[in-house]
């Protein structure tokens, strides 16, 4: 059975406050009425790092734009591109060059490893650092590809040390510098809005290496009480941006993100100790609604559920390096011997917005209609005759399948112990799972250390773009053992490749997307992966929470948050 609660949305009321208060000056700029308060959340996923060039985990990347400062941001209501460190830039009329000009005063967070304590201004001279630091290749940077590769000029020449500066960094002066890519890109500006991209300071990189935890952020780690269940941010007095009254942002004294598996997340929800809550199970959110009915519609409501498509595809990820799943028979006979409406209705009780029976991106793309890409339903007879093809009539000597899930959400055990039983059933095969955290997991995976993982991608930026760069053949290592990342199924596929960066290189968005597609539909020929389903998790939160704008795609700008009391 399906439960569908949507019907419950209520919006919330706004509490207009204007002006700031008569309160002690910080950096020179007067605080608030809304200044103040604690906001709690949760997140399910553990958390490995917190330096910027190695975040690969949607929970990372929260706490990390929380600590450090962007270029650019994304508004959080329409997820387009708004001022940060840059508070304007330009484009020139081919699109292939971009000229910004810094804020001037931003200054990085006071920390012990300046000179007297001072965070130092942030000038240019981080800019090409931090850009320098991002085309150097290391243990400590997985983002090189995604961000800087194919897209600035002499980024990839300084990458392999055959040039010692980034030829397209032009420095103009303090505040000013330019960009020149090697084609105009649709994408680009919202890359730099990623928090793999922020603003880095050389000191503090070198005082602190791979465990930096300092930046120039509007909130600072608070390393006395966080944990590795807790952790705990408070506002930094120096941030430079201020509200549309002249006021000092960001409002919130203290944010602090648990770490707790989801259905302890809702207990303390539940509890009043919680103020928003990700991807609930979908009939402990029927049960609480029920119960709690009157706090749900009331005028205000006490607590605000909401449920939308989100930019997430959930989906298990075949390494194609290693027997038996480097047959391409092999894995399609997987995919078609998966039923994942059966999935859905039975397993998460309709908590997704829909099967993935076509690709991996999601349906939340204007333009990219994926009804489009030819996919996989269940086939069993069609998956049956694949695998005898393959050369394992009736699943006759097919080893067993060792697959590695995360832990932390008991939704994705139910969904393993599924897919053994759907793979036993049509094809005679056995899938063993095991469940890890996802830090050790997700090393595992890069480290190519089984044949199947679960895995599920949260879009970097609103575009298919983001979820068909992990499948970029180019940078995969030749030895398997080495790390490969963001391509982790270790796909290679030249004619993918030809696709993709055509897609990615167009920026005229039909003709993007209609490269994108060809793209993706190679993928899915070639069946890389099991899709499963596309993403629509419900969220609570509570009423006291004002100026969250929870979007498609888990960006959190916390800059403008408050609480009332």
Not at 6 to 13: I, P
Not at 523 to 542: C, F, K
Request: proline residues 4%; contains cysteine.
């Amino acid at each position: 059975m399906k439960f569908n609660i949507s019907t419950l949305l209520v919006s919330t009321c706004f509490l207009a406050l204007t002006g700031c208060k008569n309160g002690e000056p910080t950096n020179d700029k007067k605080l608030s009425d809304k200044n103040g308060g604690t906001f709690s959340m949760a997140e399910n996923n553990e958390v490995g790092t917190l330096f910027p060039h190695t975040i690969t985990s949607q929970v990372e990347g929260l706490i990390v734009s929380q600590i450090q400062e962007c270029l650019v941001r994304l508004n959080p209501k329409t997820l387009e591109v708004i001022p940060g460190l840059a508070q304007s830039w330009e484009t020139s009329a081919d699109g292939k060059t971009l000229i910004f000009h810094l804020v001037k005063g931003a200054h990085f967070q006071d920390d012990k490893c300046y000179k007297n304590g001072k965070g130092p201004e942030i000038t240019t001279k981080d800019i090409k650092y931090t850009l320098e630091l991002l085309a150097t290749k290391s243990d400590q940077n997985y983002q090189f590809e995604s961000v800087l590769k194919d897209r600035v000029a002499g980024a990839n020449e300084f990458y392999s040390k055959t040039a010692n500066a980034i030829s397209g960094l032009k420095i103009t002066d303090d505040y000013t510098f330019s960009l020149e890519l090697g084609h105009p890109s649709l994408s680009f500006l919202k890359l730099l809005a990623n928090p793999s991209a922020s603003i880095l300071n050389e000191i503090a990189v070198k005082t602190y290496g791979k465990d930096l935890k300092t930046g120039a952020g509007p909130f600072k780690y608070d390393a006395t009480a966080s944990t590795k269940e807790k952790y705990v941010l408070v506002r930094n007095p120096n941030y430079y941006a201020t509200d549309s009254s002249g006021c000092s942002l960001p409002y919130l004294d203290t944010v602090v993100i648990n770490i707790l598996p989801i259905e302890d997340g809702l207990v303390l929800f539940e509890s009043q100790k919680l103020d928003l809550i990700n991807t609930l199970p979908s009939l402990r959110v029927k049960a609480m609604v029920e119960n709690n009915i009157k706090e749900f519609a009331g005028s205000p409501p006490r607590y605000i559920l909401q449920r939308e498509p989100e930019m997430i595809s959930q989906f298990y990820v075949f390494n194609t390096k290693i027997a038996p799943f480097d047959n391409v028979k092999v894995r399609q006979a997987f995919n078609y011997a998966v039923d994942r409406d059966k999935l859905v209705d039975n397993v998460l009780q309709g908590q997704a917005i829909g099967s993935a029976i076509y690709g991996i991106t999601p349906n939340t793309f204007t333009g990219y209609n994926i009804k489009n890409i030819t996919g996989y339903a269940l086939d069993a007879a069609k998956a049956k005759k694949l695998l005898t093809e393959a050369g394992y009539p009736g699943g006759i000597g097919f080893p067993e399948v060792n697959v590695l899930i995360n832990s932390g959400n008991s939704r994705n055990s139910s969904v393993a112990v599924e897919l053994q039983k759907q793979l036993k059933e049509n094809l005679n095969i056995n899938i063993n799972f095991e469940s890890l955290p996802n830090v050790q997991k997700y090393d595992l995976q890069m480290h190519g250390k089984s044949n199947l993982f679960r895995d599920a991608w949260v879009a970097d930026y609103s575009s298919p773009e983001s979820f068909l760069s992990l499948f970029v053949g180019e940078a995969v290592p030749a030895n398997i053992n080495a790390v490969s990342y963001p391509n982790t199924s270790r796909y290679q596929n030249p004619a993918y490749d030809m696709y993709f960066k055509k897609g990615r290189d167009f920026n005229v968005k039909d003709s993007s997307y209609a490269n994108f597609m060809r793209a993706e539909q190679l993928l899915m020929n070639d069946a890389v992966i099991i899709p499963l389903w596309y993403e629509g998790s419900y969220r609570l939160l509570t009423n006291r929470v004002k100026n969250l704008n929870l979007n498609g795609m888990r960006y959190y700008d916390l800059t403008k948050v408050y609480k009332v009391k």
